[in-house]
Nanobody, 127 residues
């Protein structure tokens, strides 16, 4: 059974930083494409950062976070990170990590393509 556990969320002032961690289990470490998503209260879930397949680790980022957020992973530990710098109030949301195994040919920020999700960790950025 594929599972994820996110951590690292919290409250921070604008301009601050947080590092989110997602630990996976139940799948082979070389499988799948992983990504981070977020969902502000009352809004749709949106892609934040994503990796392609394990043999092509070129990441993709939402325009709103480029230059501020960095996705990384330790495949041996099945752990994915999201370093968030220069945080803004509009970054406030529940953040989720997810993985997909089918069609894992390139990075994708489309939530519907992902099949397994964590429970999320909340990030609040105050002005």
């Amino acid at each position: 059974q594929v599972q994820f556990l996110e951590s690292g969320g919290g409250s921070v002032q604008a301009g601050g930083s947080l590092r989110l961690t997602c630990v996976g289990s139940g799948y082979t470490r070389r499988e799948g494409c992983v990504a981070w998503f977020r969902q502000p209260a009352g809004k749709a879930r949106e892609g934040v950062a994503a990796f392609g397949p394990p043999d092509d680790m070129t990441p993709d980022y939402a325009d709103s976070v480029k230059g501020r957020f960095t996705i990384s992973q330790d495949s041996a530990k099945k752990t994915v990170y999201l370093q968030m710098n220069s945080l803004k109030p509009e970054d406030t949301a529940m953040y989720y990590c997810a993985i997909r195994f089918s069609g894992c040919y390139s990075a994708s920020l489309t939530p519907a393509r992902y099949t397994h999700w964590g429970q999320g960790t909340h990030v609040t950025v105050s002005s």
